[in-house]
């Protein structure tokens, strides 16, 4: 029973996001928002579970992977669509008005975070550390933009809404993110880890610097941090991948 606790909590974060693609299709999308942070929490728990159980089931493994293919490739790629659709009726954009099928690169969501779980479970350079963005922070962009959207009144020491809403209400804006941040699943960039090996800060800077920023951020603007700390995660990735590289390079 020990090494089935992992895969009940795999199955339970699937539940939830095929309950998230109903209510999607029932353009509750802040519920649906809110069951997919259940399933990131999920996702979480069933890795944590495995090791502290000290569970190796190789089948477990294949579970996590295909829910991870629902809850974070599926169910945000059709969250996004409708939510894109809800802001391009209450804020046209031109250029979606004349070109409706813009709103089908969507569809790269689920496409390439396919191509990104595959790759995952076969890279060995993986284990450590990710190359290219992570389907669970992909997914929690567009998630937590849509949670944003609907509930701008969440309380702040900061507000930052004059600058937040205007970007996540603009169905433009969102379409662009969905493309450059769906190649990023993708993209040969080393994405450095946040897991802690230690209690020792000169073995984990790198990772304790970002979670401190990030508690730091949601203590002072709320949820709004979510997305905003995603694209400082990936830039600040992208900006280690080029120092490292420079420093490799014979002067």
């Known amino acids: 029973m020990k090494n089935q606790i992992?895969?009940?909590?795999?199955?339970?974060?699937?539940?939830?996001?095929?309950?998230?693609?109903?209510?999607?299709?029932?353009?509750?999308?802040?519920?649906?928002?809110?069951?997919?942070?259940?399933?990131?929490?999920?996702?979480?728990?069933?890795?944590?579970?495995?090791?502290?159980?000290?569970?190796?089931?190789?089948?477990?493994?294949?579970?996590?992977?295909?829910?991870?293919?629902?809850?974070?490739?599926?169910?945000?790629?059709?969250?996004?669509?409708?939510?894109?659709?809800?802001l391009q009726e209450e804020n046209p954009v031109q250029l979606i008005t004349d070109y409706p099928w813009l709103l089908y690169f969507i569809i790269l969501i689920p496409i390439l975070s396919a191509i990104r779980l595959a790759k995952f479970n076969i890279d060995t350079r993986q284990t450590r550390s990710f190359i290219g963005l992570a389907v669970p922070a992909h997914a929690s962009f567009y998630i937590f933009s849509v949670i944003i959207y609907a509930h701008p009144d969440l309380p702040k020491i900061i507000d930052v809404n004059s600058l937040v809403i205007p970007i996540v209400s603009n169905p433009l804006v969102m379409l662009?993110?969905?493309?450059?941040l769906s190649f990023m699943l993708i993209a040969e960039v080393p994405m450095f880890s946040i897991k802690v090996k230690n209690l020792k800060w000169v073995e984990n800077k790198l990772p304790l610097t970002f979670l401190f920023l990030l508690i730091a951020l949601l203590i002072l603007i709320n949820l709004v941090a979510m997305p905003i700390i995603i694209v400082i995660y990936i830039i600040w990735s992208i900006i280690l991948k080029f120092r490292n590289k420079s420093n490799l390079e014979p002067s």
């Open 6 to 86: 992992p895969n009940i909590i795999s199955i339970i974060s699937l539940i939830l996001s095929c309950l998230a693609i109903v209510l999607v299709f029932e353009n509750k999308l802040d519920v649906a928002a809110y069951l997919l942070i259940g399933s990131c929490f999920c996702d979480f728990m069933d890795g944590f579970t495995a090791r502290i159980l000290k569970v190796n089931n190789p089948i477990g493994k294949e579970i996590d992977s295909l829910v991870d293919m629902v809850a974070f490739g599926v169910a945000p790629g059709m969250l996004l669509f409708q939510f894109t659709k809800l």
């Open 176 to 180: 662009t993110f969905s493309i450059l």
